[in-house]
């Protein structure tokens, strides 16, 4: 079946140390996004791909690095640099191009940072 | 930046009931979205609608773009509706770079 899969569903880190989340899509969407949730908030964007080797920050992307060597894939790397990284982390994609922007999510990475 | 606002914050029906959940944008937008997040923070897709009305079984979304609002209908609600319903707007009109509204968090009771 076509969709978004994100791992690890649950991550536990201690401080200091950095975090790699994957996200992989096999619905040929050339965009990616990765979103921030905190408890009881919405979501924040943290970075986003429209095409492959190029990405650009979004809203809170500090802390954080991404890469996007694959269309299929948009790994997320959060830092030592990260003051507060406990959250829910929610990868994306879509198709790219005017008024054809439907999102779709993954199952979503629980981090907490112990 | 644009703004997106959400009302009620919290609402709470007995199952049965129906219900309208408004979305309200600072800006012209060429794309909105509905969500609904489970209990389990799974992200579903409600709705895509940009303008005009779209109804999917129980469920049914009207965009009014030139006003700068989205209405969700939600009618004779079950209590497997309980979550938070987001709206989201493309910010850049391309399609790439939405912006979430606060959520409208509801809770149907049996």
């Known amino acids: 079946d076509g969709g978004i899969t994100q791992s690890p569903k649950y991550l536990f880190r201690k401080e200091g140390q950095n975090v790699t989340l994957s996200c992989e899509q096999n619905?040929?969407?050339?965009?990616m996004y990765w979103y921030r949730q905190d408890p009881g908030q919405g979501l924040r964007l943290i970075y986003y791909s429209q095409i492959v080797n190029d990405f650009q920050k979004g809203d809170i992307a500090e802390g954080y690095s991404v890469s996007r060597e694959k269309k299929e894939s948009f790994p997320l790397t959060v830092t030592s640099a990260q003051k507060n990284p406990t959250a829910f982390y929610l990868c994306?994609?879509?198709?790219?191009?005017?008024?054809?922007?439907?999102?779709?999510f993954g199952e979503g990475s629980r981090l907490t940072v112990l | 930046g644009i703004q997106v606002e959400q009302s009620p914050p919290d609402l709470i029906l007995q199952e049965g009931a129906n219900s309208t959940l408004r979305c309200n944008f600072s800006d012209s937008v060429n794309n909105l979205q509905w969500f609904h997040q489970n209990p389990w923070g799974q992200l579903i897709n409600l709705f895509y609608i940009p303008s005009g009305t779209k109804q999917n079984g129980r469920l049914s979304a009207t965009t009014v773009a030139t006003e700068r609002y989205s209405l969700l209908y939600i009618s004779s609600s079950q209590t497997t509706d309980s979550g938070v319903y987001f709206c989201?707007?493309?910010?850049?009109?391309?399609?790439?770079?939405?912006?979430f509204g606060p959520g409208t968090r509801l809770s149907v009771l049996p």
């Open positions: 989201a707007v493309d910010r850049d009109n391309y399609g790439q770079n939405f912006v």
């Open positions: 994306a994609s879509s198709l790219t191009g005017a008024n054809t922007g439907e999102l779709f």
């Open positions: 619905l040929n969407h050339d965009a």
